[in-house]
């Protein structure tokens, strides 16, 4: 098996040397226009010559005449206006097949050394210029096209697009300056992205921030700008931030800044207004906002839709009637509705709910990693507290999953991201819209000829695939953590300086050093913790309170004991490296992050071990000295998960205990968990329903057990269904349960035939419930146990659960 890996390892970085076959010199092109072309073909002409200027050092010509004898070329055409080209040329362009809207056909004539690069309309020879560009090989000085380029293709999905909102929040985008935008919204549209959408000044985020170098009105008029040039729709997502939509002053204030905001824009497309999360309305309010909204909108851009989703964080039955009953009003303003996170409605019924002729677009969340529409499922607990909710994620087999899965319900997609660590999803889900056919790994090929050239490849290509499978499963037992550095370490040995300014470079490093160090740190702190474990459990069997000392020497060194730091290091000098690259805010301090999004870089130092909560108890019982109870106290910690004899235990954060868990609907049907659990994380604290943030602190602020970390969690008033057997029908027992987690539900449970164990209790003040179980629930030997919410509740949450004898 070392053996294997070690292949895998020098197959991956050099593999993608090899020359390639078939290919044809390009080397000498030039770039041939129509006649007369229009200004955005000419600038689609000039974005080529730019791109492959970067790579090889060639400068391309752009002209109207054929090349000269024997020199290559590449001809841009619009199919149907041949007559527009040389004599030379028209034959093959007028041969092109008839093509969708959008549609490419790229055709190559090898003998004469000729790439044709024919498109349904103007963006169709962009995407065609963006195929070629992807697929092309270069070194300084050198231009090939394999001659298996050839193809013609027309997207699935009209809509292909990503959120890019110049606010705070953001990881990164805030750092931007129009320069990076330009190229960032270049680089979308040349693997096939079709809009944009920007924010408003003012959202649920803060003005401004220390980042910004333009007043976000400014910027995004650029954005608008930049989209324009490369015939990108652009959306924008503006929530209801008004105190008051019926009192004439505020409502005077809300309509002014709309008019700055919509005259500020040269082009605006499409208005997205999510019914909550933030601004959440009642539906009459909230349709007769976006009709006056849309009044304000068409002033300034009179061919522009307003979209809706049906977004709420605590819905009823009565606000979804009504928002349904609008929007099948069928508004002559209304482009269409909006599915994405907190949409309580799995897709496929949305689509039923709505009128067939009203379009549907996705907001996919592929940006954050828990707490979130789609998380990580079977994460770690040590990755989701160090990582965090919106660290660097690569997860190209499963964003390809999760857009199959639901596609052909909607129109397409514009993601919400929150800055650059969905660099890589972002790729995937324009080429999933584009073609849910094309595999995964070659998409990350072209992401990595393109980014990082030809000899790149497969290294890059294989490196984020295997980063993807670091997320998944035990940490701890993770062979391919210290894989996947191999890989990033050989990539980084032959890197020369530009690679490594490269942001997509520095990235793919960061995370192979983080998880690594994450891992090693997290094998040390186990191995400290059964240590001390061990001497709590000598002290209890001697009567020795003095041996307590030892287990609270054992676990303080733990915490302080520092592994692999040279990996460490290195974290922190690549993390400083992707502030100079992009501005990107991985640390509060020193790069000005927003708490709990971006900064996992400031969880290197988490403590992954349930240390927290056993010293404070160790001190505790110390406390006590030798004429208290100490045995007692001592006891109930050791044995906190011990059911006793004949009795069952099981914490749902982990998934050995996923066996108890009853899915109705497979990942595959329900990949964002509406109808089927997830496992969630936090404690939950007194008072406080959302935390970012995965830490041993719970309820009072006390320190807690890492089993109250996470939870299995069904979401809204989905049933969450756990099913135990083997048990005797001639005991009796007693159930013990732990309800933590983010969510302040009222919850209620019932076993088998409808027999109530508790009827709705408010969790979030307490994490310990018992109750005794009426024999008549599993005379069988069988128990179903079936929590649920009440109308509006965010959803239940399960941490642990025993089973106990009564003796």
Known sequence: MRNLYQFLLVFLVLSASFPVIGAVDLTDAVVVLPRQSSSRLSFFGEVLREEVLKRSGKGLSLQERPSAPGRSAIVLAIRGEGDKLPAAYRPV????????????????????????????????????????????????????????????????????????????????????????????????????????????PRTDDDFSSRQMQLPAIEMIGHQSRVADQFDMDVWMWYPNMGEDYAHPDSLEVELRERHEVFSSVPRLDHLFVPGGDPGELEPDELFWWLEESAKVLRK???????????????????????????????????????????????????????????????????????????????????????????????????????????????????????????????????????????????????????????????????????????????????????????????????????????????????????????????????????????????????????????????????????PAAQWRARCLELADALYESIGAQLTIDPH????????????????????????????????????????????????????????????????????????????????????????????????????HEVKAVGFEGSSAPQAWMMQVNTLYDTPLKIRYDQLNPDLEYTLRVAYTGRFRSRMRLEVDGGLEIHDFIQTGHQPIHEFDLPKEAYRDGEITFRWTCGEGERGSQVAELWLMVKP
């Open 300 to 562: 300034y851009h009179p061919n522009a839709k307003v979209w809706v989703s049906p977004q709420v964080f605590r819905p009823t039955q009565a606000w979804f009637d009504r928002f349904f009953y609008h929007v099948n009003q069928e508004y002559e303003w209304l482009g269409g509705v909006v599915f994405g996170p907190w949409v309580k409605i799995p897709l496929p019924e949305l689509r039923q709910l709505v009128n067939p002729g009203i379009p549907i677009r996705r907001y996919p969340d592929i940006t954050h990693s828990l707490s979130s529409q789609y998380p990580i499922p079977e994460w770690d607990l040590a990755l989701s507290m160090t990582l965090g909710r919106e660290c660097i994620n690569p997860r190209p087999e499963d964003q390809k999953a999760i857009h199959n899965a639901l596609a052909r319900y909607a129109d397409g997609s514009l993601s919400y991201s929150e800055g650059t660590n969905d660099d890589v999803n972002k790729f995937i889900w324009t080429d999933q819209d584009w073609d849910p056919d094309v595999p995964v790994v070659e998409t990350l090929r072209d992401y990595a000829r393109f980014f990082f050239g030809p000899e790149w490849v497969e290294g890059v290509a294989q490196g984020l695939l295997l980063q993807e499978e670091n997320l998944r499963g035990s940490l701890l037992t993770n062979m391919l953590v210290p894989v996947t550095l191999q890989v990033w370490q050989e990539m980084e040995k032959r890197a020369d300086s530009a690679q490594m300014g490269n942001f997509r470079f520095q990235m793919g490093l960061i995370r192979a050093y983080y998880d690594a160090y994450v891992q090693r740190k997290l094998a040390l702190q186990m191995a400290a913790e059964h240590k001390a474990r061990d001497f709590m459990r000598q002290a209890l069997e001697e009567g020795e309170l003095a041996g307590l000392s030892q287990a609270l020497a054992v676990l303080e060194q733990s915490l302080t004991e520092e």
């Open 93 to 200: 362009i007028d041969a092109t097949p008839i093509l969708s809207s959008e549609g490419y056909s790229l055709q190559i004539d090898s003998k004469n050394r000729i790439v044709y690069i024919v498109g349904a309309d103007e963006r169709g020879v962009l995407y065609g210029i963006g195929r070629f560009l992807r697929k092309m090989h270069w070194a300084d000085g050198l231009l090939e096209v394999p001659e298996s380029v050839a193809a013609a293709s027309s997207p699935t999905y009209p809509i292909r697009g990503h959120q890019l909102g110049y606010r705070p929040k953001t990881n990164s985008y805030d750092a931007f300056s129009v320069a990076m935008f330009e190229q960032y919204i270049r680089e979308l549209a040349l693997f096939g992205s079709n809009s944009i959408e920007i924010v408003p």
């Open 592 to 691: 000005g992050a927003a708490s709990g999004r971006g900064n996992f870089i400031d969880n290197l130092d988490a403590v992954l071990n349930d240390a927290p909560w056993l010293m404070d108890n160790l001190r505790a019982i110390m406390e006590l000295g030798e004429g208290g109870d100490w045995q007692g106290a001592l006891h109930a910690v050791v044995n906190r998960t011990n059911p006793g004899p004949g009795g069952f235990y099981d914490n749902f954060g982990h998934p050995k205990s996923w066996k108890r868990v009853v899915f109705d609907k497979s990942l595959e049907e329900d990949p964002g968990s509406l109808y089927r659990p997830r496992i969630s994380f936090g404690v939950g604290l007194i008072g406080v329903e959302w935390v």
